[in-house]
C-alpha cells in the first residue's frame, strides 16, 4: 500500500498525478495516491447518530468502511444523487491508522497532472471556505481547482466551517 | 590444505551465517540450498565436511543424507546436521541414515567451528 | 518458506527468552536456593546469546554473555545467588531487551555491568559449594560401531580432542580385527584404551564421545594414587576458567534425565492467524448467502449441500475459535514483574496473587486488556493499598495483597482485581464529582452509582497523580476499552477492606450469533446472548403508554425504547410492532422493532474512528445480500432506556 502523501512544502513544488471531481458544480482534486477504487453508487447504510459529515457506512471488499460528503466540509448543498454520482474510496491515515474512507462526488473526471507548484496557497480573505481546510488553490483552464487539505478535514471530522468573509471588510 | 566444508539450507541467512564463521576459521565453504542440489555438489567431490538442516523443500536433509551414504565415494565424509534441542526423534533418524554428528540450533559461530574441528580433526 | 526477515524471526524469539529469563528470575527472588532456577535462567542466557550471535545482534551478544558468565558462578556455585544479584541481572535484562529492538541506540550498559559483577563479588565471602571434584587420572576404553568410519566419525579425531584435555596415553587393540583377506578398512574393527592425566571431570570425557555415545562401547573409570600433589585446589573465587573452557568444549547434550516436555507445537505468525480468521469470516458470510438462494430454490440437491457447508462452516469457525485461545497465563506473568517494580517505587510491600491462569481468551482480546489491567492493578497499588504500617495499624498484615483472577461464567470470561486496601472512599468520590460537575450537589444516587462515577472522563481522586496511575490511561480509558470488546466493568468497595473491579468480556470476538431485526428500511443485529425474549407489542400496550414506556412482562415492569425514534427514522412504524428483551444481567430493556427477521450469524467488522462515538453501535456486519446491518451495543441501549425511564418517572 503507497504511503500517504507527505504534506509539505517540499511536497508541494512539482507535478502531482491528481483526480479531479465535482462537488456542487465546483471542481476538487485529491492525489491519485491515495485512491483505491471509484465505484458507481452502492446502497449505503445510514448510521444514527452519526456525525452529519459521515452519515452512512458501505460495504467495500467485504469491509464496512464510513461515507464522508465533504459537502459539509466546505458548506455546499447536498444535491440529489444522479447518474453520474461516484464514490471515490480513498486510504487515509486516521490517528496514525490507515483507514478506508469513500468520498461522495457529484461527477468523476479524469486523472491529470497538476502542477501544485504553480498552485497558490489560499488567500486569507475572499474565500467561502475554512482556509485550512483547503491547501492549494490550482488552475484547470480558467477555472480554479481546490485541493482540500483532507488530513485536515478529518481530524476535525469535517465540521461545518463556513464563514463568508467579506472581499471588503468595512473600515 | 584447507579444508573444504558444505553447507546445505534452504535459509539463505543461516547459510551465511555458517559461511562466515568457518571462513573466519580458515575453512572454505560452498553453499547448497536444498537436499538435492547438496547431493549433487557432494557428488561432484571435493568436500570434507557436509553440514545440513533436516527440514529442506525438493529433497530434505535426512534423504540427502541417505544418499550421500549409498555412495561409495563419499564414505567417510564427515556429516553434521542441524536441530532443534527438543528433536529426538530427529536426531536418533539421521543417526540411522549415516550422519556423524549435530549441532543443535540455535548456535554461537564458535560452537559451530568447535563442532568442526571436532569432527575434522583439524 | 517464508521470506521472513530473519531479524525479525530473531526479536520474536528473543522476546520470549527474555521474558522466561525475567520470570525466571523472579521465580528465583523468591526461592534462592533453588538449582533448577538458576540452571534455568542460565539457559535462557545462554540461548539468547548464541541466538543473538547467530543473528548479528553483537552487541546483545557480548552484553548477555557478561551475565551470562556473571551467572555461570551462581550456577557453579561460586556464589550465591542474593536479592541484590537478582535485581542487577533483572535490570541488565531491561537493557538486553532494548538491545534488541534498538541495537544501536541502547548503550553500552558498563554501569549495569559493573553492578552486576558488583553483586556477585559481594556474595562470594560466604564459603560456596565446591567446583566440580577434578580427578586427575582417568581409564578410557573404548570402541567404535562397524560403520563409524563410513559414516564420518573420526577415531584419530577423538583421540586428538582427549589428548586436549590432559597427557594421554594411547593403546590401540587389534584383537577383533578379522584376517587381512577378510579384512574390509572401511569398516572399524579397531578399539582403544586411554589413560588420561588432567583436571577434567567424568563428562569432559564423556563430551568427546557425544555424536557417537548412542552406538559405541565406552567404559571410563578413575585411577587412584599417583594424583599429582602439587595440583592446586582450585579456589571457589579463583578463575573458572579450566571448567568453562572444558565445558565449552563440546556442544553438552541435555541429562538424559531432564524431564522435558514436548509439545507438538508449530510457530504460526499472528498476521498469518488474522488473515485466516478473516477467510474464515467471508466463508461465513459466503455461506449465508447459499443458505438464503439454497432455502429459496426448489432443488433439494442445493439444500441439502448449502445445510452442509453450513455445519462445516459452523464447525470451522469453533476450531479458528480455540485456534485464537490462549491462556491468560501470559498476560498475568506480566504483571508479576509490573507489582515488582511497583513494590520498589512505592516503598509498599505488595503480594500477588494470580487465579484462574489457565483460563483463555482470544488472543486479540488479551493484547487490549493488557494496558487497562495494568492501568487498574497500578491504582490499587497506588491509591487502595495502605503503606505497611497503616496496615498494621488497622490490623491488617503488613503485605498488600493483590489478587488477579481469570474465570469462565457462562459466555463470558470475568477478570478481577481486588485488593485488601483502604476501599474507595465514597466521600471524596462525591466531592470531587460535585467539582468536576458529574453530580449535582445533593443529588441522591445509589452506592453503585456513586462508584460508577469514577470511569468518567476527567475524574481522579488522586490528590497528585503520581508516575505510576497517571499516564493518560484513566479509569474512562479502561472502560472504553472494556466495552469495545463489548464488555462491562463493574466496581464494587467496601470501606477499610478493600475493592474489586471486573470485567467481564464476551468470548468470541470476531463472529457473533445474533438476531437481525428491521426499524424503517435500515436493519440491525442484537447479539443473540444478550436477548431474553421476542414479544409481540400490541398496539393497544404500544398506544397506553405514551406517558411511560413500560411493559409489563411476567408482572414485572420493563422499561423500552422505541428504536425508530431513537434512530430518527422518519418512517411510520409497521403495524405490527415486536419487542425484543434484551439485558446486560442486571439491567434489562426491550427494543421495539418493525420486523424480526430471524437468526443471523455473522462476522463483526468494526466500525472506522469516524464512527466511534456512536455509541449504540458496537460494529457492523455484512449481510448475506451484500447490505450493512449495524450491531446494537447491548450496555449501551440499556443504559439509555434506565435514563429514560428515570427522566419520565422523574417528570410524571
Known sequence: MSQTQAHGPAAEAGEIEMLTFELQGEAFALEADLVREILDLVPETEVPGAAPFVPAVINFRGKVIPVADLRLAFGLERAATTLDSRIVVIELELDGDPTLIGLRADRVHEVARVDLGAAEAPPAIGMRWRQDYVRRVARRGAEPLIVPDLDCIFAARGAAGAVVTPLRPNA | MTAQVLTVDDSASIRQAIKIALTAAGYAVAEAADGAE???KAEAGGFDLIITDLNMPVMDGLTMIQELRKRQALAGVPIVFLTTESDEGARQQAKAAGATGWMTKPFEPEQLVRVAKKVLGR | MSEQDPSEVFRIEARELLEQIEQGLLDLAGRLG????????????????????????????????????????????????????????????GHMRALVEDPGGAGDGEALLAALHAAVEAGEGAPAAPAPAAASRWRVAFSLP???????????????ELRELGACEVVASTGACPPFEALDPTRCHLSWTVELTGQVA???????????????????????????????????????????AAEDAAPRPQPAGEARRTEQTLRVGAERLDELMDRVGELVIAQSRLKQIASQSPDAALRSVSEEVERLASELRDTMMVVRMVPISNLFGRFRRLVHD?????????????????????KTIIERLA?????????????????????????????????????????????????DGRGIDRARVRARAESQGLLAPGAQVSDAELLQLIFQPGFSTAA????????????DVVKRTVEGLRGVIEVASTPGQG???????????????????????????????????????????DLRSTGRCLVSLRDRFVPYLRLREVFATGAPPDPHQKLVVVSTGEARVGLVVDQIVGDHQTVIKSLTRLHADVEMFSGATILGDGGVALILDVPHLVETGQQQERRLAAAG
Do not use: W
Open chain 2, 38 to 40: 547438496g547431493l549433487k
Open chain 3, 34 to 93: 533453588d538449582r533448577e532456577l538458576v540452571d534455568a535462567v542460565f539457559r535462557g542466557l545462554h540461548t539468547l546469546k548464541g541466538s543473538g550471535a547467530m543473528f548479528g545482534f553483537d552487541a546483545l551478544a557480548a552484553f548477555t554473555h557478561h551475565c551470562e558468565t556473571a551467572f555461570d558462578r551462581v550456577r557453579k556455585g561460586q556464589a550465591p545467588a542474593t536479592p541484590a544479584l537478582i535485581a542487577a541481572v533483572l535490570d541488565a535484562q
Open chain 3, 146 to 160: 562397524e560403520d563409524a568410519l563410513i559414516n564420518g566419525t573420526n577415531p584419530l579425531a577423538l583421540l586428538a
Open chain 3, 202 to 244: 567424568k563428562s569432559d570425557i564423556e563430551d568427546v564421545f557425544i555424536f557417537v555415545m548412542d552406538d559405541m562401547t565406552l567404559a571410563i573409570e578413575p585411577l587412584s594414587g599417583d594424583a599429582p600433589a602439587e595440583a592446586e585446589t582450585p579456589l571457589p573465587a579463583a578463575d573458572a576458567a579450566p571448567a568453562a
Open chain 3, 342 to 362: 511497583l513494590g520498589r517505587e512505592t516503598g509498599k510491600s505488595i503480594e500477588l496473587v494470580t487465579e484462574g491462569e489457565t483460563t483463555e481468551l482470544d
Open chain 3, 371 to 419: 494496558d487497562p489491567l495494568i492501568h487498574v492493578v497500578r491504582n490499587s497499588a497506588d491509591h487502595g493499598l495502605e503503606t505497611a504500617e497503616e496496615r498494621l495499624q488497622a490490623g491488617k498484615p503488613a503485605a498488600g495483597r493483590i489478587v488477579l483472577s481469570a474465570r469462565h461464567a457462562g459466555a463470558d470470561v470475568v477478570i478481577t482485581v481486588s485488593d
Open chain 3, 464 to 475: 497528585k497523580v503520581t508516575s505510576l496511575s497517571g499516564r493518560g490511561v484513566g479509569m
Open chain 3, 499 to 541: 475493592s474489586q473491579v471486573s470485567l467481564r468480556i464476551p468470548l468470541t470476538l470476531a463472529i457473533i450469533d445474533g438476531l437481525l431485526v428491521r426499524v424503517g428500511r435500515g436493519r440491525y443485529v442484537i447479539p443473540l446472548s444478550a436477548v431474553e425474549e421476542c414479544v409481540e407489542l400490541s398496539p393497544e400496550q
